[in-house]
């Protein structure tokens, strides 16, 4: 009965990836302008702020030799290196926000969800969402658009967004980011879908 209740109590990991450009950022704001009791989980880097981001609310911002430590001392969930900067998960902060039975939404690339669905699938509840562009060619104007990245460098990141997308079909789902509005309903109803999965499955442990 206990182990029925804490499985109740725990929280929900949303694991949400698409390739740069895609506006994960924006959708993952937007969700959680939505959702007040749903949280950001907040991953390391040693790349420098962009425009407008937080430090310790966007991301940990930290430098090679701090972020080797905490690789070093076990605190990662996963780190990769992208586009010649290392990005890590922090364990203890998305542990402990789901005993307390938060939603919290990480956005991470294909390869670091590859390592966290490893270490946590069937420890704690998980959904998994790919979002996919329009097409390459919308990508390429969103990026260009941008006007942070060198031609150079968005050419990099369309040769590893065509390979990214190849691994779509390793999420629990897939949307397509036609229009921003539509794909931030289709995610909460992913969300939901997930939720209800596992209240039905708690039932299930109770009613055994």
């Given at each position: 009965m206990s182990k029925a209740k804490g499985s109740e109590q725990q929280g929900i990991l949303i694991i949400?990836?698409?390739?740069?450009?895609?506006?994960?950022?924006?959708?993952?704001?937007?969700?959680?302008?939505?959702?007040?009791?749903?949280?950001?989980?907040?991953?390391?880097?040693?790349?420098?702020?962009?425009?407008?981001?937080?430090?310790?609310?966007?991301?940990?911002?930290?430098?090679?030799?701090?972020?080797?430590?905490?690789?070093?001392?076990?605190?990662?969930?996963?780190s990769a290196k992208v586009f010649d900067y290392f990005y890590g998960t922090p364990k203890q902060f998305i542990t402990d926000s789901l005993k307390k039975g938060k939603t919290l939404v990480l956005a991470i690339d294909v390869q670091g969800m590859r390592k966290i669905k490893k270490v946590l699938e069937g420890r704690v509840p998980l959904c998994t969402i790919f979002v996919l562009p329009p097409s390459i060619k919308v990508l390429r104007d969103r990026l260009e658009g941008r006007k942070t990245d060198s031609l150079e460098e968005i050419e990099r990141r369309i040769t590893a967004a065509q390979e990214e997308i190849k691994d779509a079909r390793l999420y629990d789902f897939t949307v397509m980011n036609k229009n921003l509005e539509q794909t931030v309903l289709e995610i909460e109803g992913f969300v939901s879908q997930k939720k209800k999965e596992r209240r039905t499955e708690n039932h299930a442990i109770r009613s055994s």
């Open positions: 949400l990836s698409a390739p740069s450009g895609c506006g994960k950022t924006t959708i993952v704001d937007r969700l959680l302008k939505r959702h007040p009791d749903w949280s950001r989980s907040i991953s390391a880097t040693t790349r420098p702020p962009r425009t407008g981001e937080k430090k310790d609310e966007d991301y940990f911002f930290v430098d090679s030799a701090a972020f080797k430590g905490m690789e070093e001392r076990g605190e990662l969930l996963e």
